[in-house]
């Protein structure tokens, strides 16, 4: 399994970026998707997750309302869509595969396939 992540960028606080994750190869299935995100010196912490069949849909409680997360068949794509952003979003982006269920899909050890991470910067 491949992910490739892409979209990251710099921009200023309140504007938004897309970073998207795509699988090549294969449909993404019956996996669970998600984003995670690091910042230096962090852990590796939660920010969304989705089931490609449907009837998953988590987020972080410091990104509800601000970040969507979304998936495009016909793209074999998931993109998660940042508003609003702020300096503390600041981070590597990466997107993982698994078969994460409601209480697991925060935690990273429910992924077993992650894509290299898409850098964002959100200056003040």
């Known amino acids: 399994v491949q992910l490739q992540a892409s979209g990251g960028g710099l921009v200023q606080a309140g504007a938004s970026l897309r970073v998207s994750c795509v699988r090549s190869?294969?449909?993404?299935?019956?996996?669970?998707i998600a984003w995670f995100r690091q910042a230096p010196g962090k852990e590796r912490t939660f920010v969304a997750a989705?089931?490609?069949?449907?009837?998953?849909?988590m987020y972080a409680d410091s990104v509800k309302g601000r970040f969507t997360i979304s998936r495009d068949y016909a793209k074999n794509t998931v993109s998660l869509q940042m508003n609003s952003l702020k300096p503390e979003d600041t981070a590597v982006y990466y997107c993982?595969?698994?078969?994460?269920?409601?209480?697991?899909?925060?935690?990273?050890?429910?992924?077993?396939?992650w894509g290299q991470g898409t850098q964002v910067t959100v200056s003040s």
């Open positions: 989705i089931r490609w069949s449907g009837g998953l849909i």
């Open positions: 190869g294969r449909t993404f299935s019956s996996y669970t």
């Open positions: 993982a595969t698994g078969h994460a269920i409601t209480s697991t899909a925060m935690r990273p050890q429910a992924y077993d396939s």
